[in-house]
């Protein structure tokens, strides 16, 4: 399995347009760091998205977070305010260990 | 005019007036009818002037700030300190309660603004907002502060500009609305890097050839070869390096950067083509000397009240001259200034001299009324005062 995270927009968003997406591979992780990417992303993917957020905010970051598997791919998109707890706990492992 | 209407209220009260809108005399009933509108329209004017008056800190703007120990749900939060309470032992805490603090006295003392909404709204803050979080941001209703990853950013609260740039997106939306896409999406960043900048400099006493004019110079951590996020001197120069890239903010029209209206692309590249109304706001700053919040601040500030959610560009460089020549005349300094830091990013006033297409888009638009509006409604409410002094007069002799 292949995520792979952009991120866009916040008050550095000059810089993060520039940015290459972040990826990670399950193939090149350790077992039990593939078997916690993989319960994150099914726990993200179970939660349906949130509606788009307060049309209000402003800086605020948005993500892509694309899982490619077995031929498959699904993106899950959400912003900082819209983010689920599922969301945002596998955003938060990707940001720590996607390169 | 207030004495007038306080006058007013107290020769008829409103139970009466009423009672003579069912005079059989004509006279009377236009009489009553006349003073029973003019009274409603003091009472709100007194309301208005009430919520523009300087006020003691804890009444208006009111502080609280949140600590979200690192997690993301708002709701989840708790309580670190409050408009009355002692400072707390966590920096990020004071200094977004300080930096609160610090922008909401800078709107009061020297735009004469209480607050976000100029009613007092409270300042509600979020720090320690998720794990190294790379951000802050305005939600809507609130500010939010990350602490930053410790590689590229350090805690986001460490910038008085960026929380007075937070503070400030609150402000736009109270006012103009600009809306967040494309070129009036790049006048909202802009206005915040403007009042960031103010504060900072306000705060110091700086005049603008001493003023830094960087956005976010606190924030990267001391191993990163960065100036600043963003430069209002010199856009497309707060950085250049391998790991961050160069920064890709225009300076000049010649150079606006044609974005997709998306998230990738920046909503139409507002926290980039922000680069031009930057420049030329320091130009503007710069040409006059002195303070930047004075005549330059206030000009853009009233522009920034003169214009719509749609406003461009050109139309809030017209807007900016306008409003020059409001507050300090036809062909002032100030409004030469301010030709000439536009002409300088290549955006020439239009209109000139005197009425500028964004007067009559202003009126044509439904946007906020311009001087030459609130003059003669200001004129017309006189003239009917006189008369309804006169009619009043006329009811009490004939009694």
Redesign the interface.
Known sequence: MKVTL?T????????H???PPRVVDTETLPGPAAAELSRLVAAAKAVKASPA??????????Y?ITVEERGQSTTL?Q???T?S?QF?ALL?WL??HAA | MSSAGRALGCITPPHILEKLLDSDDSDIRQAALNTLLTTARLRGERSVRASLAPSAAPANGRRTIFDCQSGTSLPMAVLARSEDGSASTDDSINRAFDGFGTTRRFYQDVYDRNSIDDRGMRLEGYVHRGVKYNNAFWDGREMVFGDGDGIIFTDFTNSLDVIAHELAHGVTEHTSGFEYRNQSGALNESMSDVVGSLVKQWSLRQTADDADWLIGNEVFTPGINADALRSMKAPGKAYDSELLGTDPQPDHMSKFVHLPDTDEGDDGGVHINSGIPNKAFYLVSVGLGGYAWEAAGLIWYGALKASTVTTQFQEFADTTYLKAEELYGAGSTEQEAVQAGWREVGIQITGMPGRSSARKQDAASGGAPDMAALTEQIEALSTQLKELAEEVRSLKAGK
């Open positions: 952009t866009h927009g916040g008050l550095a968003a000059a810089i347009i520039q940015l957020g307060d049309e209000r905010a402003r800086d605020a970051m948005s892509m998109a912003s900082d305010v983010m707890a945002a938060n940001q720590q």
